[in-house]
């Protein structure tokens, strides 16, 4: 069981790594969509101050902008900025030998130029001449990225094409049939696994680009940010828990609604795994009325808050997205609250708080600190020697950017002013990070990531509590 369990583990997070990589070329990049979406929902012609010359700018955004800095993020991934220019060189090519936008080609050639071109450096590593340095390394970054594009041009981008335009026929076919409600039954659990990003900047995205080049809007766009399935979770949180679950849950529908961050709600779902009903009900009811409503979005709203879900929206179109997120919020909100409350008639105590007591339970039965903060790799902590603290989650750009701000602020009150806090990607932790504070579902990564690191998991990176007992540790 032990050994099945290690592998479901290693499985699920291969998945994540592999979903990070594919938002990583993205995430980057969100202020020129956020751009191309604005400068379309204004000046095209069903805009709301419609401009033919200004609308001008659209088309080219969108054919080439985008997708080459989609394709030099993928190459730098992989290999610096050396690995990026060979990757926008290649994405020149897949952009050309196409006549749709190359959204997915570019994800595939650029990470393969700054992959082509680490091998290169690798294998003629001590063998250049003195002097011949610089020439060797402009002329190989030139050939190879020519290459890249050549082959991208012939044969990659006419393929690519053809699946693209075979994905977005079959959107549409499921659109049309009154289907695409039915995915919410994988969108939803993959978001609790941290996927979430992945599935909106990696998948629906280029699915709802190719829509808004032919339709002036997606709902595409609205399937994985709408806020709504979480905010309803977090309301019945906060009308039927009890202790620390519901003095947060507040806050944390503040975050999840208004700044977008939606990753803040997912512990709550993990305390009770039985509200994944909840979301997957929220989030096909709000779909439904999208689809009923023709709602759609005329770029990826980034972060998923309902301000910038509404700045999205095409014109006339915000009671459509309204009425959806609504829906789902309500529906989520009604199974939730059913679900808590015959929890908490069954058990004298939420189950985080279960969890926390047998936690101490355990320490205490093993003559250790009663904290309830758990480290993970068995090292002694040696808190006096911290000097760097990072809190990773999944992109590096939401929650653990609370929990840093957190944290700082605790410390500073405390009067511990000689500790660095930093925030990153759970894949890109610096190498000089003592302690790491992360999600239960990103600790393999986060192991891979910093082997040497205390990592301690944690629920909410909005409970203070934890960061409280951190720093009585650290006092003593």
Excluded at 129 to 143: D, H, K, Q, R, Y
Aim: glycine residues 10%.
């Amino acid at each position: 069981m032990a050994e099945l369990s290690s592998r479901n583990s290693s499985v699920k997070g291969k998945i994540q790594k592999f979903g990070a990589f594919l938002s990583g070329m993205v995430l980057p990049n969100i202020g020129a969509f956020i751009a191309w979406g604005l400068i379309t929902a204004l000046f095209i012609p069903t805009g709301w101050i419609p401009n033919g010359n200004l609308a001008k700018l659209v088309s080219p955004m969108i054919t080439y902008m985008l997708p080459i800095l989609i394709g030099y993020q993928g190459g730098k991934l992989v290999y610096e900025s050396r690995g990026g220019v060979v990757g926008a060189i290649a994405t020149a090519g897949v952009i050309i030998g196409s006549s749709i936008p190359m959204f997915l080609g570019a994800m595939i050639v650029g990470p393969l130029g700054g992959f082509v071109i680490k091998k290169f450096d690798k294998a003629v590593e001590g063998k250049i001449p003195t002097g011949f340095e610089m020439l060797v390394n402009n002329f190989s970054a030139g050939i190879i990225g020519g290459a890249l594009s050549l082959l991208a041009f012939s044969f990659i981008g006419p393929v690519v094409s053809g699946i693209s335009i075979a994905l977005g026929t079959g959107a549409q076919i499921i659109t049309q049939k009154g289907l695409l409600p039915l995915i919410a039954m994988l969108v939803e659990p993959a978001k609790i696994l941290f996927l979430n990003n992945a599935i909106n900047h990696g998948v629906f995205s280029p699915l709802g680009i190719e829509q808004v080049h032919s339709m002036g809007k997606s709902i595409f766009f609205l399937l994985e940010p709408d806020p709504g399935p979480g905010l309803g979770i977090l309301l019945a949180y906060m009308v039927y828990s009890k202790g620390s679950a519901k003095q947060s849950a507040p806050g944390a529908a503040i975050i999840h609604f208004l700044g977008g961050i939606h990753e803040i709600y997912f512990p709550y779902v993990l305390m009770k795994p039985f509200l994944l009903i909840a979301v997957i009900l929220g989030g096909m009811a709000a779909d439904l009325t999208f689809v009923l409503l023709h709602a759609g979005l005329v770029a990826s709203p980034s972060p998923g808050s309902i301000f910038a879900v509404l700045a999205m929206s095409p014109k006339g179109g915000q009671l459509s997205v309204l009425a959806g997120v609504a829906v789902g919020t309500i529906i989520s909100f009604l199974v939730a609250s059913v679900i808590i409350k015959r929890g908490n008639q069954n058990e004298s105590q939420n189950l985080d708080e279960a969890k926390e007591k047998m936690k101490e339970m355990k320490l205490a039965s093993k003559a250790q600190s009663s904290s309830n903060v758990m480290v993970e790799n068995n090292q002694t902590s040696l808190y006096s020697d911290i000097k760097l603290i990072v809190f990773a989650c999944d992109a590096g750009m939401g929650s653990s950017a609370m929990g840093e701000s957190i944290l700082r602020k605790a410390l500073k009150d405390a009067g511990i002013l000689d500790i660095t806090v930093k925030h990153s990607s759970v894949d890109s932790i610096p190498s000089d990070a003592d302690v790491v504070f992360t999600q239960e579902n990103l600790v393999e990564r986060a192991k891979k990531s910093s082997a040497t690191s205390q990592i301690i998991t944690i629920k909410n990176f909005l409970d203070r509590t934890k960061y409280d007992e951190f720093i009585s540790q650290l006092k003593k």
